[in-house]
C-alpha cells in the first residue's frame, strides 16, 4: 500500500511509530524503520547526550529513515532543536507546544517538519509555516491528549490543510488504517500496539497490562489542571484523579505527585505507583509481535478491506 507519505518520507508503508517518552528508544525505533515505517525516538525530557546517544545507536542498526519527537515543554528543547541538524536527522515530530520557533533552522537543513495537531487551527498555523506533513491525533490516543475524537478531528483537519495529515489514536489493526484513509489521511501513527513489539523494551508489566487491558480499562487525569493524560487505570491514576478534584492540594502538589510516574511504568514496571500511559484500543492488542509482523499485518489487512469495499459500492 502507497500513499503519498511513502515517497515524502522514502518509506515503504504510510505509518509513523509514535514518539513515546521512555519508550520509543533507538531499539524500537530502528526496527519499525526496517520494517518499512518511520521509526522515531523521543527526545521527551531527556538531556542531548541521551538524545544524541539513541541516535547512534539507532544508525548502528539501521540506514533506514527515522525521525526525533520533540517535546517543546522540554527544558533542553533549544539543545535538542540543535541536535537534529547536527546529526542530519530527516524527520521532526513535536508535541507539547507549538514548534514554529525552530521550524526556520529546521526547514534551512532540509529537516521534514510533523507537528502533532489537535485542533484545525493549529494544523492552519503549522503548515503555514512550512510543515512537511500533520498528525491529528485524536484523543483515544493514549499519553497526553486533545478533546477533540479522531473520527471528527482526522476530516476536519484534511479539509483544512493543503499537506499530508497522519491519522493517530484508536488505531490498532487493519481496520483502523483504512478508516483512517477514508477519512482523509494519507498514513497513519500508531503508539499503543507498538508497546507489545518484542523490540519495544518497557518493563514486562507494563506490557502485560496493555495486553490484559479491556476496553473501558482507560482513564482520562489532568483535565483540570490544563494537562489531560490517558493510561490504564490503577491505584496511581485514581489516587492522581482524587487528588486533582481536592481543593486543599495546590498545584505544585498535584503535579509533584505524578513527577516520575512514566518512569516507574516503563523502567520499573510499578504497578502501583506508575503511570501505563495507553489509548483506548489497548483492549484490542492481544498479542505480542515483531515490529515487521505488526506492520505487515495492518497493512495485509487494510488492503483487503478497502478491496473488499468495493462490494458495496454500485
Not at 49 to 64: G, P, Y
Request: glycine share 12%; net charge negative.
Amino acid at each position: 500500500m502507497k500513499t503519498c507519505i511513502c515517497e515524502l518520507f522514502g518509506i515503504e508503508y504510510p505509518i509513523f511509530q509514535g514518539g513515546m517518552a521512555w519508550v520509543a528508544d533507538a531499539s524500537l525505533a530502528s526496527a519499525v524503520s526496517e520494517a518499512g515505517g518511520l521509526g522515531i525516538i523521543a527526545a521527551a525530557n531527556a538531556p542531548v547526550d541521551v538524545v544524541r546517544a539513541e541516535i547512534h545507536k539507532l544508525k548502528e542498526k539501521t540506514d533506514k529513515p527515522f525521525g526525533v519527537n520533540i517535546m517543546m515543554l522540554s527544558p533542553y528543547v533549544d539543545e535538542i532543536a540543535r541536535l537534529v541538524v547536527e546529526e542530519n536527522v530527516p524527520v521532526v515530530t513535536t508535541g507539547a507546544g507549538l514548534p514554529t520557533k525552530y521550524m526556520p533552522l529546521w526547514l534551512e537543513h532540509g529537516v521534514k517538519v510533523v507537528p502533532v495537531v489537535p485542533s484545525v487551527g493549529i494544523a492552519k498555523m503549522v503548515a503555514r509555516a512550512g510543515a512537511a506533513a500533520v498528525i491529528a491525533e485524536g484523543g483515544e490516543s493514549g499519553g497526553h491528549i486533545g478533546e477533540t475524537n479522531t473520527m471528527a478531528l482526522v476530516p476536519q483537519v484534511a479539509d483544512a490543510v493543503d499537506i499530508p495529515v497522519i491519522a493517530a489514536g484508536g488505531i490498532g489493526d487493519g481496520r483502523g488504517v483504512a478508516a483512517a484513509l477514508m477519512l482523509g489521511a494519507k498514513g497513519v501513527q500508531l503508539g499503543t500496539r507498538f508497546l507489545v513489539a518484542y523490540e519495544c523494551t518497557i518493563h514486562e508489566n507494563y506490557k502485560k497490562r496493555v495486553l490484559k487491558a479491556k476496553d473501558n480499562d482507560t482513564m482520562t487525569t489532568g483535565k483540570s489542571l490544563g494537562n489531560p493524560v490517558r493510561a490504564l487505570k490503577n491505584p496511581f491514576t485514581r489516587a492522581f484523579l482524587k487528588n486533582e478534584q481536592d481543593a486543599g492540594m495546590s498545584l505544585e502538589e498535584k503535579e509533584a505527585f505524578g513527577a516520575g510516574a512514566l518512569r516507574r511504568a516503563v523502567k520499573e514496571g510499578d504497578e502501583k505507583n506508575g503511570c501505563f500511559m495507553a489509548g483506548e484500543i489497548a483492549g484490542l492488542v492481544t498479542r505480542e509481535q515483531s515490529c515487521k509482523e505488526i506492520i505487515t499485518e495492518l497493512f495485509t489487512q487494510a488492503d483487503a478491506l478497502l478491496k473488499e469495499g468495493a462490494a458495496w459500492v454500485k
